[in-house]
């Protein structure tokens, strides 16, 4: 059986190791830990040195820790056709004016194909006021257009299909 292929961006392993105690922040936590458990027996996970750039910054220790969740996934290659269909979407004000975020994160999905991209952020990427405009502008450029997801709607999923 051929596993779902999904993009893991930089919020999902921050997450992961989160230690702020509010209670949002606490059941994102829980979720992202519930969900990465079983993640790689369900999926074929995968990441990219956009991601390693972004996990590398702040304090040194948080920074390993993070950067530790991950170092086994294969990372996606930066192709030059990349760097164009960032520039789309900012052209097309599908995502913020910045060509190293969340632009970089689903270019890099959707060039590989990747079934989902798993995020927490929810204002610019798993935003499904924002999905119809994305799906218009791959269609557009002829790409995969990526389910675009948080932790929580791939738990229920798993969950779904093991009592379903």
Not at 22 to 31: F, G, H, I, L, Q
Not at 48 to 71: D, K, T, Y
Not at 73 to 85: A, G, M, Q, S
Request: hydrophobic share 45%.
């Amino acid at each position: 059986m051929i596993k779902p292929r999904v993009y893991v961006e930089t919020s999902i392993p921050s997450f992961y190791c989160e230690m702020r105690t509010t209670p949002d922040v606490v059941a994102r936590r829980d979720w992202t830990r519930q969900w990465w458990s079983d993640a790689a027996a369900n999926y074929e996970l995968v990441s990219s040195p956009a991601v390693i750039g972004e996990l590398s910054l702040g304090i040194p220790e948080r920074s390993a820790q993070r950067l530790a969740l991950i170092e086994t996934l294969p990372l996606l290659t930066i192709e030059d056709e990349i760097v164009e269909i960032v520039a789309a979407y900012i052209q097309h004000k599908v995502m913020p004016a910045d060509p190293s975020g969340d632009a970089l994160h689903l270019a890099i999905a959707s060039f590989h194909k990747c079934d989902f991209l798993v995020t927490w952020n929810c204002q610019h990427i798993a935003n499904a006021n924002k999905f119809g405009h994305i799906r218009r502008i791959n269609t557009l450029l002829g790409l995969f257009v990526p389910a675009l997801v948080t932790p929580l709607e791939l738990l229920g999923a798993n969950h779904e299909s093991e009592n379903g």
